[in-house]
């Protein structure tokens, strides 16, 4: 689905005074927007065409560090610049900020004015070009899990993180009455969302105290990781316009269930699914059979890209609707990945892997990547597992860690001749300091464990 506003609209409502601000965005490693705010006049007259941000935004972490190690950038290169080009066909109106549109952008060399490689959006753009050579069309849909809090971002900041209340009591999953209560958050959402061009669907309660779903309609595999980036931006906004806390965090509690960020995804041809022959067992197409046994064959070699945090790894346990397992089942919320849509033309693969924390350019080209390994070696699937899967004894794991999802994805032979060693020596560096930076850390379960009984 394209942007909702033309260079030419933007332009005559800069001049009508209607929009004053355009929001020139990039996005980072963590998957967030990144960029600046421009005065609308100065961008219609000569923004449009680029402006520059320190190439530190590709090799931070999410406190804005700058950790050594990385070959793209350092203190000892200087920090330069990046360029950022504003893709004109992502305009659109931001309705929950006064006058203001958003433009998202590509990441360029400053010297040369190539895609930078490690880029979030030029990594997925790079396997879309592949999978086109191939002749296909990715498809995905992604579902935005989040909690909302009775307090404020600051409010809980200035508390030190610990006064954590949901804003509901009690376990809310498709819950009409106490997401009624959360309407004043979960309206504004839903609409200023669908009115900035985003195809919202629907949104419901989750499985836990105040825990909500926000789920966008499917498109082309670029359009849906914007479409999530721009919503899990705008969440976070109208949770704050309204006095309220929204946090994608995968596992705050270690006694509540944890948020996911599931991927559907589809291959279509010519303009109609490829995943669906009408005859075939499932109505699964053996191009959509070479893509699954990929999918699933490398899912060790990139869990990192799914998730990506220490704390990521804490969703995956026995009876949460997080999988441990990386098989497939038929309409089995158990399974690593799910087969929804059996027998009909909307016959489809959901990972179910990925927490609320994935960057979903990244998660979606390493994806893609694995399913286009999986055709072009014409991969067999192996047949459907049934039943608890926690408990298939058989089935391989999730890696369990961040550390082992690291080293997975720095051995991964796989992803350094889809990637390219430059992006996966980058991202394997990104693991490794997100790795130390815990080990550093002193954490309040260790001080309450040993304090007086060590």
Not at 10 to 33: P, S, Y
Not at 78 to 107: F, H, I, K, N, Q
Request: charged share 25%; net charge negative; proline share 4%.
């Amino acid at each position: 689905m394209p942007a909702n506003l033309s260079f030419d609209a933007l332009k005559k409502a800069v001049a009508a005074g209607e929009i004053d601000t355009v929001l020139v965005c990039m996005v980072d490693m963590q998957g967030r927007l990144m960029g600046k705010r421009f005065h609308a006049v100065n961008f219609v007259e000569s923004s449009f065409e680029e402006t520059h941000c320190c190439n530190y935004l590709l090799a931070t972490d999410l406190e804005m560090a700058t950790p050594p190690g990385y070959k793209a950038t350092s203190w000892e290169r200087g920090y330069g610049d990046y360029v950022m080009a504003p893709d004109l066909s992502t305009l659109r109106r931001v309705p929950w900020l006064e006058g203001t549109a958003m433009v998202l952008c590509d990441m360029l060399d400053h010297h040369t004015h190539e895609p930078v490689p490690h880029s979030p959006r030029a990594i997925l753009k790079a396997q879309i070009a592949r999978l086109e050579a191939l002749g296909y069309d990715a498809m995905m849909a992604t579902e935005l899990e989040f909690f909302l809090f009775e307090k404020s971002f600051d409010e809980i900041r200035r508390g030190g993180f610990r006064d954590l209340t949901p804003i509901s009591g009690y376990n809310e999953d498709y819950h009409i009455l106490q997401t009624t209560k959360e309407e004043a958050v979960m309206r504004p959402i839903r609409n200023h969302l669908f009115a900035a061009g985003i195809p919202i669907e629907n949104s419901k309660g989750e499985a836990e105290a105040g825990q909500e779903e926000l789920n966008i309609r499917y498109a082309s595999a670029l359009d849906c990781a914007d479409h999530h980036t721009i919503a899990k931006n705008a969440v976070k906004e109208i949770a704050w316009q309204n006095g309220h806390a929204a946090s994608f965090l995968p596992k705050w509690s270690a006694d509540r269930i944890g948020s996911s960020s599931h991927v559907h995804q589809s291959l279509w041809k010519d303009g109609k699914p490829a995943f669906y022959e009408a005859d075939a067992d499932l109505g699964m197409s053996e191009l959509m059979k070479h893509y699954m046994a990929g999918l699933i064959a490398y899912a060790p070699d990139y869990t990192y890209f799914l998730a990506p945090y220490v704390n990521s790894y804490k969703r995956f346990a026995k009876g949460t609707f997080a999988p441990t397992k990386t098989v497939w089942s038929v309409d089995n919320r158990t399974a690593g990945f799910r087969l929804c849509g059996e027998g009909t033309k909307g016959v489809r693969v959901e990972c179910r892997i990925g927490g609320s924390d994935l960057n979903p350019y990244l998660a979606q080209a390493v994806m893609l990547a694995a399913g286009i390994k999986g055709i072009e070696d014409k991969m067999a699937l192996a047949s459907a597992t049934s039943g608890d899967i926690y408990d298939a004894a058989e089935a391989n794991e999730v890696p369990r860690t961040l550390r082992a999802a690291t080293e997975t994805l720095r051995n991964s032979t796989f992803l350094r001749e889809a990637l390219g060693d430059l992006v996966v020596d980058h991202y394997t560096r990104a693991a490794e300091w997100e790795q130390e930076e815990f080990d550093r850390a002193v954490t309040d379960w260790e001080i309450a464990r040993g304090f007086e009984r060590a």
